[in-house]
């Protein structure tokens, strides 16, 4: 089913449509389609072209040089960016400092970082997570103690993606222990470059080093980095939170990960028929299409319900759960599909230059680094189990 737009919406996605197909490298897209790894450089370059046509910060006021689009487009702009395979945007710095500082900022720091946001001069990435406080964020451990003009900063930060590459972070630190434990945490803007910082990396079960753990040991921090009041930087997380879980929905990705898996199945043959043909397999696929399209008119729903500018509460939750539940039955599925050629996983298969590296269908040489990947899916930004108690707290009052 195809989602059903006005005139002007039909306009404003065919525009989009011809920047994707004329602007976007091939080789980008290509390596994106196979699953293949993206380095800093590939990174970068899609950062600037849409910061050239002035698409980049699709949140942000046009005061602030967002292009001032409403929330269909938004949500067109992101679903055609994932049919057609382009590189993703680097969400820390746009997509989730970008609005806390809009919001929350003084003006000082919005004329300093948003600039530098666009630009690319700054790549920043996200300093929440703790060994002991994953889901449970109030937890967090990583101190800041006032001292004159600056803090010192102690602790550690994990699972800080793409932190090798950055050079800013935006962390919650713990500047009152003796209040309650949301009542004590303030949000700072590190620079990775001063002195007591340490990123140290986590190489995944893919062979990729994407996430890190990240220490901090006497860092001295001006104060004008803290942004909002000092002991109220929950207030900041949680709305940079519910960006983020809206997002990590990606009924775009689904979309795309679901029209792969029909050529493969449709390709595929078991007893002799396409394996889109047998009982069992076309019943899962159906479900998850279904369930894709009810997500789809429900992103849809919750994007128009805040397009007066506020930030979504437990319906972001809703399509955190719902949407990485989805995009894991896809890999699931697509693993299924490839039957025997889904099992060998060949790390160099995923980097430039090898296209199959012997393991059968192009498909498959993606098949499993995915499939373990997406794991993450269902736990990062919040567990689902954690989305599940706040969707029971915020609308069932339990």
């Not at 005139?7 to 490298?25: G, I, M, N």
């Not at 696929?285 to 919750?302: F, H, Q, S, Y």
Request: net charge neutral; hydrophobic share 40%; aromatic share 8%.
């Amino acid at each position: 089913m195809d989602l059903s737009f006005t005139p002007e919406e039909q306009a404003f996605r065919a525009e989009v449509q011809r920047f994707l197909a004329d602007k976007v490298p091939a080789r980008l897209t290509a390596r994106v389609q196979g699953g293949k790894h993206l380095g800093k450089a590939d990174l970068q370059a899609w950062h600037a072209l849409l910061n050239d046509q002035g698409w980049l910060a699709s949140h942000w006021p046009e005061q602030y040089g967002g292009p001032g689009w409403n929330t269909v487009q938004k949500f067109i702009f992101d679903h055609e960016c994932a049919l057609a395979h382009a590189p993703r945007t680097i969400p820390f710095g746009v997509n989730m400092l970008g609005p806390v500082l809009i919001k929350y900022g003084n003006e000082a720091q919005k004329q300093h970082w948003l600039p530098r946001i666009l630009s690319g001069a700054d790549w920043w990435c996200q300093g929440y997570s703790e060994p002991g406080a994953g889901s449970d964020l109030a937890s967090v451990k990583t101190s800041a103690v006032r001292s004159g003009d600056h803090y010192l900063v102690n602790g550690q930060k994990t699972w800080t993606t793409l932190g090798q590459h950055a050079n800013m972070i935006f962390c919650l630190v713990r500047t009152d222990r003796d209040v309650k434990p949301q009542e004590g945490i303030s949000f700072l803007l590190i620079d990775m470059a001063t002195p007591g910082v340490e990123v140290r990396p986590i190489i995944t079960l893919d062979g990729e080093h994407e996430v890190n753990e990240v220490f901090f040991t006497d860092v001295k921090v001006p104060v004008d980095n803290l942004v909002g009041q000092e002991n109220q930087g929950w207030t900041c997380a949680k709305y940079l939170l519910t960006y983020e879980r809206t997002n990590i929905a990606g009924v775009g990705f689904s979309d795309a990960a679901l029209a792969r898996l029909k050529v493969i199945a449709a390709r595929t043959l078991k007893n002799g028929h396409p394996l889109a043909r047998d009982p069992l397999f076309a019943a899962r696929l159906a479900r998850v299409e279904i369930d894709l399209e009810n997500m789809k008119t429900t992103n849809l729903r919750v994007i128009t319900a805040v397009a007066g500018g506020g930030a979504p509460g437990a319906e972001s939750s809703m399509l955190k759960i719902r949407g990485t539940e989805i995009r894991q039955e896809l890999t699931a599925l697509t693993r299924r599909a490839m039957g025997p050629y889904a099992l060998p996983f060949i790390e160099e298969s995923l980097q430039e230059g090898d296209d199959q590296a012997g393991v059968g269908p192009q498909e498959a040489a993606s098949a499993a680094a995915q499939y373990f990947n997406n794991r993450k899916l269902s736990i990062f930004g919040g567990s689902n189990e954690i989305q599940k108690n706040i969707i029971s707290k915020m609308i069932l009052g339990l």
